[in-house]
C-alpha cells in the first residue's frame, strides 16, 4: 500500500497559494502594514464576512504569513518584507497574482496544442505584447526585481567583483541585479542594456538606490545590437526566452563584448542535470512554453555547452538562493 499523501500535498499545496492569493487581493497585508488588528476590526476594513474571516486569518498564521497575539494580527516579517505594496523594491503579491490567477489554465491547452498565450510566436511578440504601455512595463519590471531579488544578493557576495570594475546587465528590466551589485561593491559601474521601454524604469529604480551615478541605461535590441562592452556580462533570467539557437548567438556576442579574461554570468531557476528534482525549474519551463514557443528552462550542463561552443572556458556552475543557479565562463587570453 502507497500513501496517498504525495497527491493530497499537491491538492492542498494549491489551497494554501489560493489562500494566499485571497489575502494579496483582499490587501490584507498592506491593511497589516498600519499596525496589528483584532478580527472584527479586519473585517470591517476588508468589508468580509464574519463566518469564514477567523479561520481565514489563522491559516494564514500557520502559514507563516501572520502572527497573532493575544487578539491581534501582524504580518509575519516575511509578508511585511515580499508582500506590502508600499515596499515595490521587494514586493511580490503582483507576482503572485500574474503567475497564478489564472494563467496556468491555459496549460491544459498549451499541451495540446503547443501554440502559447495570444497568440506569442516568440519572445519578440511576447514583449510587445507586455509592453503595450508605461505601465504594464513598469508591473512587469517590479515582477522581474521581486523574482530576482533573492539571486542579485546572492550574486553581489558570491561572485568575485573584486577582479572587475564594470558589468553591463543585459536584458536587466529595473536594473535589480545592477543595483544590488553595485549598492555592495562602490569600485564598480554598470550598463543595464534593454529595449527602449525599460529605460524610465531603470533610472527611477537606480536613483531610488542611490547608484544612478554609477549607471548608465543603453538602449537597443539584442539581436540587432553589438552589446556594450564591460569586464562582466550577466543575462539573468534571458536565454530561457528564446530558442537554443539565439541563446548561442547572445552569447556569442557576449564573448565579442568582453575583453580577454572577462567573464560572462548567466543566472537562472536552472533545472538539475539529472531533470528529477527542481520542480520549480520544470515548472517555470512549462510557464516559457505558456508564454513564448521556443522558450525553456534548462540544466546546468546544457547551458555550458553553449557556452563552450561561444568560446568560453573556466565554466563553472553554482547555486544561488532557492531554485536558481548561476553558469559562469571565462573568455580566455586568444
Ligand atoms: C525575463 S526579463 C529579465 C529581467 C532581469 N534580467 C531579471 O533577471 O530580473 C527579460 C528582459 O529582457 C528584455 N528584452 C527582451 N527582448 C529584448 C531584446 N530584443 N533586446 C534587449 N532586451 C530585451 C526585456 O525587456 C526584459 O527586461
Same mark, same amino acid.
Given at each position: 500500500?502507497?500513501?496517498?499523501?504525495?497527491?493530497?500535498?499537491?491538492?492542498?499545496?494549491?489551497?494554501?497559494?489560493?489562500?494566499?492569493?485571497?489575502?494579496? #487581493?483582499?490587501?490584507?497585508?498592506?491593511?497589516?502594514?498600519?499596525?496589528?488588528?483584532?478580527? %472584527?476590526?479586519?473585517?470591517?476594513?476588508?468589508?468580509?464576512? %464574519?463566518?469564514?474571516?477567523?479561520?481565514?486569518?489563522?491559516?494564514?498564521?500557520?502559514?507563516?504569513?501572520?502572527?497573532?497575539?493575544?487578539?491581534?494580527?501582524?504580518?509575519?516579517?516575511?509578508?511585511?518584507?515580499?508582500?506590502?505594496?508600499?515596499?515595490?523594491?521587494?514586493?511580490?503579491?503582483?507576482?503572485?497574482?500574474?503567475?497564478?490567477?489564472?494563467?496556468?489554465?491555459?496549460?491544459?491547452?498549451?499541451?495540446?496544442?503547443?501554440?502559447?498565450?495570444?497568440?506569442?510566436?516568440?519572445?519578440?511578440?511576447?514583449?510587445?505584447?507586455?509592453?503595450?504601455?508605461?505601465?504594464?512595463?513598469?508591473?512587469?519590471?517590479?515582477?522581474?526585481?521581486?523574482?530576482?531579488?533573492?539571486?542579485?544578493?546572492?550574486?553581489?557576495? +558570491?561572485?568575485?567583483?573584486? #577582479?572587475?570594475?564594470?558589468?553591463?546587465?543585459?536584458?536587466?528590466?529595473?536594473?535589480?541585479?545592477?543595483?544590488?551589485?553595485?549598492?555592495?561593491?562602490?569600485?564598480?559601474?554598470?550598463?543595464?542594456?534593454?529595449?527602449?521601454?525599460?529605460?524610465?524604469?531603470?533610472?527611477?529604480?537606480?536613483?531610488?538606490?542611490?547608484?544612478?551615478?554609477?549607471?548608465?541605461?543603453?538602449?537597443?535590441?539584442?539581436?540587432?545590437?553589438?552589446?556594450?562592452?564591460?569586464?562582466?556580462?550577466?543575462?539573468?533570467?534571458?536565454?530561457?526566452?528564446?530558442?537554443? %539557437?539565439?541563446?548561442?548567438?547572445?552569447?556569442?556576442?557576449?564573448?565579442?563584448?568582453?575583453? %580577454?579574461?572577462?567573464?560572462?554570468?548567466?543566472? #537562472?531557476?536552472?533545472?538539475?542535470?539529472?531533470?528529477?528534482?527542481?520542480?520549480?525549474?520544470?515548472?517555470?519551463?512549462?510557464?516559457?512554453?505558456?508564454?513564448?514557443?521556443?522558450?525553456?528552462?534548462?540544466?546546468?550542463?546544457?547551458?555550458?555547452?553553449?557556452?563552450?561552443?561561444?568560446?568560453?572556458? +573556466?565554466?563553472?556552475?553554482?547555486?544561488?538562493?532557492?531554485?536558481?543557479?548561476?553558469?559562469?565562463?571565462? +573568455?580566455?587570453?586568444?
Amino acid at each position: 500500500m502507497t500513501s496517498p499523501q504525495p497527491l493530497t500535498d499537491l491538492m492542498w499545496a494549491h489551497w494554501k497559494t489560493r489562500t494566499l492569493l485571497a489575502a494579496i #487581493e483582499l490587501g490584507l497585508f498592506a491593511e497589516l502594514v498600519k499596525g496589528p488588528l483584532t478580527v %472584527p476590526e479586519v473585517r470591517d476594513r476588508l468589508g468580509l464576512h %464574519p463566518r469564514p474571516v477567523t479561520d481565514f486569518l489563522d491559516a494564514l498564521v500557520a502559514l507563516g504569513l501572520l502572527r497573532r497575539h493575544h487578539d491581534r494580527y501582524e504580518n509575519a516579517p516575511e509578508a511585511a518584507e515580499y508582500l506590502d505594496p508600499g515596499r515595490p523594491e521587494t514586493y511580490l503579491g503582483d507576482s503572485f497574482i500574474t503567475q497564478c490567477a489564472g494563467m496556468g489554465d491555459d496549460l491544459t491547452s498549451v499541451l495540446r496544442t503547443g501554440e502559447a498565450l495570444r497568440g506569442a510566436r516568440d519572445g519578440r511578440d511576447f514583449y510587445a505584447a507586455v509592453y503595450h504601455d508605461e505601465a504594464s512595463v513598469r508591473a512587469f519590471q517590479r515582477d522581474m526585481t521581486a523574482l530576482s531579488m533573492g539571486s542579485a544578493r546572492a550574486i553581489a557576495e +558570491k561572485f568575485p567583483w573584486h #577582479e572587475h570594475r564594470s558589468l553591463v546587465d543585459v536584458g536587466c528590466a529595473e536594473g535589480a541585479l545592477a543595483g544590488r551589485v553595485l549598492l555592495r561593491h562602490p569600485h564598480l559601474n554598470a550598463v543595464g542594456f534593454d529595449l527602449p521601454a525599460a529605460r524610465a524604469g531603470f533610472e527611477s529604480y537606480t536613483s531610488q538606490l542611490g547608484v544612478a551615478d554609477r549607471t548608465r541605461f543603453a538602449a537597443g535590441d539584442f539581436f540587432e545590437d553589438e552589446l556594450p562592452a564591460a569586464d562582466v556580462l550577466v543575462f539573468g533570467h534571458i536565454l530561457h526566452n528564446w530558442s537554443e %539557437p539565439r541563446r548561442i548567438e547572445l552569447l556569442r556576442k557576449a564573448h565579442a563584448a568582453l575583453p %580577454p579574461g572577462g567573464r560572462v554570468l548567466v543566472y #537562472e531557476t536552472l533545472i538539475d542535470d539529472e531533470r528529477r528534482r527542481n520542480a520549480v525549474g520544470m515548472i517555470l519551463s512549462l510557464i516559457m512554453h505558456v508564454e513564448v514557443p521556443g522558450g525553456s528552462d534548462y540544466t546546468g550542463a546544457e547551458c555550458e555547452r553553449w557556452l563552450r561552443l561561444a568560446g568560453f572556458d +573556466k565554466i563553472h556552475v553554482e547555486h544561488l538562493d532557492g531554485p536558481e543557479s548561476m553558469v559562469v565562463g571565462v +573568455k580566455s587570453a586568444a
